[in-house]
């Protein structure tokens, strides 16, 4: 092989760091809400409703740009007290700080038994409505649905007191009367209303737009979907929907997968019991230790917002684990990639 010949040989061999760092850097480097960088990969949201209890969940997954994905223990739970002169009610919100400070909600419940959760969709442009009061992006939209709204009408209610310049996700609410609606942008520039269809005791969102199917983010997303929804119903069917059922059909869609092959990893998971008000997280995929709150317990007896490092609410032990599980996977999605890329390079040499 002549000097000539080698030079494409190297340069392509040069770029194997190059690659590796791209793909490492990612894993390992709303009023007081402001805008941020949207998350990858974001999630799965499940309903479900019997005569005895009424059952929210949600997912949130992680890709490589994913705010958690270099510090998978930086999710945060808000406690919101209400102001009852005032006709405002307590909450509680999942989601992190982003840079640093900036509060960013995911899903969350309040003391009314109305919750929310959030999907990511593929982006699409919104008409303008100046005459509107709040603005996304500049309002607290997500505590001001669960500080003013105790059923899903009065929240579909509130957010189209929202304008929106563009929209990237789909809310799906439910409340304790088990009436649920996914709220998603359509293509006249307008939101979208799907509710729960009359007969079913079912709601499910992942990746796709509810008023537009077509409009979708990865093929896993209706994967889950039918999972998801075939499963509650055969829990439905058999008369046997509870906290604990339901939380296994959660675990079910959750995801533990290598960002390197462009997989997703479920950061935490909730089933929230909207008729008694509690949440129960599954934190990096350990569905055998959920962190419990009574949401009227956690407002008991305070006056200010307050936040709770996932960290201050977990055994030591198991959250060392846990977190090992998270890095082993990436690690070794890392390492499998890099080696996939250096035994293709190698092939390509040798047939020069």
């Keep these: 092989m002549n000097r000539t010949a080698r030079k494409p040989i190297g340069m392509l061999l040069c770029l194997v760091p190059l690659l590796v760092i791209h793909w490492a850097i990612p894993i390992l480097a709303n009023s007081t809400d402001v805008p941020e960088p949207r998350a990858v990969f974001s999630c799965t949201s499940l309903m479900a409703t019997s005569e005895n209890v009424v059952l929210l969940g949600d997912c949130e997954d992680a890709g490589a740009s994913h705010p958690l994905a270099k510090d998978p223990t930086a999710t945060y739970m808000f406690f919101l007290p209400g102001d009852p002169p005032r006709g405002e009610l307590g909450r509680m919100h999942l989601g992190w700080l982003w840079q640093g ?31 509107r009061p709040y603005v996304h992006g500049r309002d607290s ?17 509130w957010t189209l007191r929202f304008g929106f310049s ?27 209303i799907t509710r729960r269809p009359e007969g079913s005791s079912v709601l499910v969102a992942a990746t796709f737009n509810a008023a537009d199917p077509e409009q979708s983010i990865g093929r896993d997303s209706f994967v889950r979907y039918e999972d998801g929804k075939e499963a509650l119903s055969n829990l439905i069917a058999a008369e046997d929907l509870s906290v604990s059922t339901f939380s296994n059909v959660v675990e079910h869609v959750s995801r533990a997968r290598p960002y390197a092959f462009n997989g997703s990893y479920t950061m935490y998971a909730t089933a929230y019991d909207l008729t008694n008000r509690m949440a129960y997280t599954y934190v990096l995929g350990n569905h055998n230790e959920p962190i419990v709150i009574d949401l009227a317990e956690e407002l008991q007896d305070t006056q200010e917002d307050r936040r709770v490092r996932i960290t201050e609410l977990m055994p030591p032990d198991q959250l060392e684990q846990d977190v090992r599980t998270y890095w ?7 390492t499998t990639a890099v080696l996939a890329l250096g035994a293709a390079v190698w092939s390509a040499v040798r047939l020069l």
């Design 101 to 131: 400070k900036f509060r960013s909600f995911q899903a969350g419940m309040n003391e009314a038994g109305l919750a929310y959760s959030l999907t990511e969709i593929p982006e699409l442009p919104m008409n303008p409505h100046p005459e």
């Design 141 to 157: 939209f997500y505590d001001t649905i669960l500080r003013n709204a105790s059923t899903v009408d009065e929240a579909i209610a």
């Design 166 to 192: 563009t929209v990237w996700f789909q809310i799906l609410y439910a409340d304790a009367a088990g009436n649920a609606a996914i709220l998603s942008p359509g293509l006249d520039g307008e939101m979208t």
């Design 328 to 334: 082993t996977i990436q690690i070794a999605g890392l």
